[in-house]
């Protein structure tokens, strides 16, 4: 089974950032990086247009969280203790030990190693202390940052799931990227 133990809630450091629970103090960094269309581009959701929506989300994230259902981390850089990303796992299969990957990171901090970073220190927490056999993430074709971000984690591709998700009103395939314990 899945050690789904989040209470307390798991807070994690890496050498640059701190993870931990998204916060109403997080407001104005959520609200930045959820309006951002580049950011939502190849997600499910469209680019939120209010603090309201932002509040929304946070407690979309508590309510999953009180459900088990998924456990979202907020990545806060430490240099200037302000969120920077969101990173989870959730849509976790118990028996087959199994979870989803999903992250964001703000535009204005792409291509500094921070999502690499983060979810580095959440697939450590995975495989060691929820006892995970296997992460997968499912990437829109197009998605080439993130695609290279779970390459570097030793992700690997296994192939191409038709008209999986419903991106912007419009069924996208998605590419299959997982990890195992054994390999990883
Ligand atoms: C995907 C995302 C999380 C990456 O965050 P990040 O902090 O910039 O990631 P990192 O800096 O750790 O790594 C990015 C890597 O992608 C590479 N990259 C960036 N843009 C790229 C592109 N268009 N094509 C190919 N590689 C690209 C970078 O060069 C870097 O690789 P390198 O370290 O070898 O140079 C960020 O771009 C994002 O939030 N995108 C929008 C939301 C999203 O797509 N989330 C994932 C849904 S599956």
Redesign the pocket.
């Known amino acids: 089974m899945i050690n789904k133990c989040f209470d307390p809630f798991p807070e994690l450091e890496t050498d640059r950032l701190i993870l931990r629970q998204v916060e109403e103090g997080d407001l104005e960094q959520l609200f930045e990086m959820l309006s951002d269309a ?6 499910y959701f469209y680019p939120i247009n209010s603090k309201e929506e932002a509040m929304n989300f946070i407690g979309r994230y508590r309510k999953e969280l009180e459900k088990n259902e998924e456990i979202t981390w907020g990545v806060i850089l430490k240099e200037t203790n302000e969120l920077i ?1 969101t990173c989870c796992f959730g849509d976790f299969n118990d028996g087959a030990r199994r979870t989803e990957i ?6 204005k ?9 983060a979810l580095k220190a959440i697939i450590d927490y995975g495989f060691n202390v929820m006892n995970l056999n296997r992460i997968e ?4 074709p197009g ?7 779970l390459e ?1 984690l030793n992700f690997v591709q296994e192939g191409i799931v038709r008209e999986r998700d419903l991106i912007k009103g419009k069924l996208e395939d998605g590419i299959i990227m997982s990890i195992l314990k054994r390999e990883y």
Request: no cysteine.
């Open positions: 580049e950011v939502a581009k190849f997600d990303g999903g992250y964001d990171i703000t535009q901090q792409w291509n500094k190693g921070y999502a690499t970073e993430a499912t990437i829109t998605n080439n940052a993130s695609i290279k971000v570097k």
